[in-house]
């Protein structure tokens, strides 16, 4: 393979991976949302929000992102970096799963939270932390 290859997949991959993130949470609200018929909404109240196919794809998208920004800075810097990433990526996984518990959602509300951050915690885990051949 030539370098220029090399270098486009390994370009392409983080955004591959990313873009896989936010399509896979976004199954999960069309599975959860209008198939289910579970009302996703967050919070009690006049502060209660309505989450939506754009809140998804746009929080996605932007964990997504600071993941591959911390991922570059830690392996740029650090011998053991990946290492690094992925102590902290597991971390920061299981402590956003204490936000939907937080909420006070409860029944379908609280599976479809958890579930969407599970699958874009795990497909940027998975994706991400391989380093580039």
């Known amino acids: 393979m030539t370098q220029t290859m090399t270098s486009r997949s390994n370009w392409l991959r983080p955004w591959a991976t990313i873009a896989a993130a936010a399509g896979a949470a976004l199954i999960v609200w ?22 939506g196919p754009g809140a998804v794809a746009v929080v996605s998208l932007l964990a997504g992102g600071a993941a591959w920004a911390l991922l570059a800075f830690l392996a740029a810097r650090f011998r ?5 990433w992925r102590i902290t990526a ?37 994706g991400l932390a391989r380093p580039g051949r």
């Open 30 to 51: 069309v599975l959860s949302v209008p198939v289910a018929g579970v009302e996703l909404v967050v919070g009690s109240g006049p502060s209660r929000q309505s989450v």
């Open 80 to 84: 053991g970096g990946r290492r690094a």
């Open 90 to 126: 597991w971390a920061v996984l299981t402590l956003s799963l204490l936000g939907p518990v937080g909420t006070g959602a409860t029944g379908g509300v609280l599976a479809t939270l958890l579930a969407m951050h599970m699958v874009v915690g795990m497909t940027l885990i998975v």
